[in-house]
Each structure stands twice: as C-alpha cells, then as structure tokens.
Nanobody, 126 residues
C-alpha cells in the first residue's frame, strides 16, 4: 500500500511563507502525476498544483506566481513552496498521486488521483 504523508503546515500571518512536504513510501517514478490539492472550510476540494512524470507543472490561477511545486532528485519527496500567503489560502492541503496517464493532471482534477495523504492544515491570519 502506497502511503503519502504531508508535513509543514502551520499558522502564519498574511504575506508569509510556508513549504509543504510530502513523503512517499515508494519511489514516485511509478506515478504519472503528483499534486497538491486543498480544501477550505465549507468548500469543495481544489487543485493547487501538479507535476507529471516529465516534470511539467501546472499551477492554479489563484496561486500562480506565489506557489511552486517541485520534487527532489530521489522523487520520494514532493514540495509546495508557498509565498505571499493570503487569508484565502487557509485550507487543509493534501498530497496526491495518480498512477495512470490522463488529462486530469494538467487540468488539476482530482478524479485521476489514486492515493492521498491525510492532509496538513495551513492557516493564514491577517
């Protein structure tokens, strides 16, 4: 069973930065797509950023220019560097991985993701 574990969440003031990490129990070369999703209180899950097997990244318009997704060389770690954080970024952030190829990755859609972490809470205050 593949496991994904997020870390790095916390509470920061508006304008601050955080880096989220996701540790995968298996080499992420087996995944076509890995990504970050978030769910704010009372809202649906939203795709934030994804990276495919070729290293191509997609970032949501709502965080473009502020968030960056990356992997380490071992491909067992996925990161989300977040700058210029805003109160509307407050959410639980989830790491996810999809095995099979598909348009879901570039579209930031969650239907193609096969594995999910338990999430890490990010709270941004004014």
């Amino acid at each position: 069973q593949v496991q994904l574990a997020e870390s790095g969440g916390g509470s920061v003031q508006s304008g601050g930065s955080l880096r989220l990490s996701c540790a995968a129990s298996a080499n992420t070369d087996r995944y076509f797509c890995m990504g970050w999703f978030r769910q704010a209180p009372g809202k649906g899950r939203e795709g934030v950023a994804t990276i495919d097997e070729d290293g191509s990244t997609t970032v949501s318009d709502s965080v473009k220019g502020r968030f960056t997704i990356s992997q380490d060389s071992s491909k067992k770690m996925l990161y989300l560097q977040m700058h210029s954080l805003k109160p509307e970024d407050t959410a639980t952030y989830y790491c996810a991985a999809g095995i099979y190829s598909g348009s879901y990755c570039e579209a930031l859609e969650d239907y193609g993701m096969d594995y999910w972490g338990k999430g890490t809470l990010v709270t941004i205050s004014l």
